[in-house]
């Protein structure tokens, strides 16, 4: 087995522990006194989702998000669910029977993999983007899918720009509890999620959060343009 598939695999099994009881020990995550839900609310706001829109949720987990969503897309709209995981998708199909939903769409994928719906009016990914090695592609390969105008948001975790390694390490041990603290660190992925965003989307917005551990970023599609060959004078 690659190391990548062994990191993948340790992540799932990681997952598959925690799904059960992740919704309530989510609300601690990634620390005591972070307003996660008021994070995650702003980061719905931000996709501009109208009714009867289509969104994909990357690494959706339990569906934390599938509520706020519901309630911008309403019964009309979709919601696409993306995980890795299926112990945690399995929670997400709990809350989506209990609820009702009959608009909500599971896929058990890795998010590398994902082929994005053509012409999706928005992707969000909440805490969760940070931990695909590839988050980069992620990021183009959603970027690609969207409809002009749409918009892709992240929010998620990052190590604050000007902490002593030893707080970074240590802050990171108590948010992170799987493997690779330290690959996560050194690879710094949100620089990567920021790049790819600059990159592939028209008004980049970047905010940083709770002290620099946290950052919310959103873009928007451009319009499709069709390129035009100059002819030679
Ligand atoms: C901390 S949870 C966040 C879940 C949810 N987005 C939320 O905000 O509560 C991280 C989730 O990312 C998923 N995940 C990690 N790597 C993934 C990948 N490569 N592709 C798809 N899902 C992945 C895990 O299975 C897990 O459900």
Not at 30 to 57: E, F, H, I, M, S
Not at 74 to 85: A, E, K, N, Q, Y
Not at 115 to 136: H, K, N, R, W
Not at 156 to 166: M, Y
Request: glycine share 8%; charged share 20%.
């Amino acid at each position: 087995m690659s190391q990548v598939d062994a990191a993948r695999e340790h992540l799932i099994e990681t997952y598959r522990k925690k799904a059960r009881h992740y919704d309530v020990t989510s609300r601690l995550y990634p620390a005591p006194g972070y307003p996660q839900r008021a994070q995650r609310l702003r980061a719905v706001n931000a996709l501009g989702l109208r009714p009867g829109d289509t969104v994909v949720d990357v690494a959706c987990g339990t569906g934390l998000n599938f509520g706020l969503l519901q309630e911008q897309v309403g019964p009309d709209g979709r919601i696409v669910g993306v995980d890795l995981t299926d112990a945690m998708l399995a929670q997400a199909q709990d809350r989506v029977e209990a609820n009702g939903w009959s608009n909500v769409g599971l896929v058990q994928a890795d998010a590398a993999a994902f082929e994005f719906p053509a012409e999706v009016d928005a992707i969000l990914s909440t805490y969760a983007l940070t931990q695909v090695p590839e988050c980069g592609e992620v990021i183009a390969h959603g970027a690609a899918a969207l409809s002009g105008g749409g918009r892709w948001v992240v929010l998620d975790l990052k190590v604050p720009d000007s902490t002593p390694r030893w707080l970074t390490q240590l802050g990171t041990a108590i948010v992170r509890p799987f493997a690779s603290i330290d690959e996560w660190t050194m690879r710094r992925p949100w620089e990567s999620i920021r790049a790819a965003m600059q990159e592939e989307l028209a008004d980049l917005s970047w905010n940083e959060l709770f002290f620099g551990t946290a950052f919310l970023a959103a873009g928007s599609r451009g319009p499709r343009t069709v390129r035009r060959l100059h002819s030679a004078p």
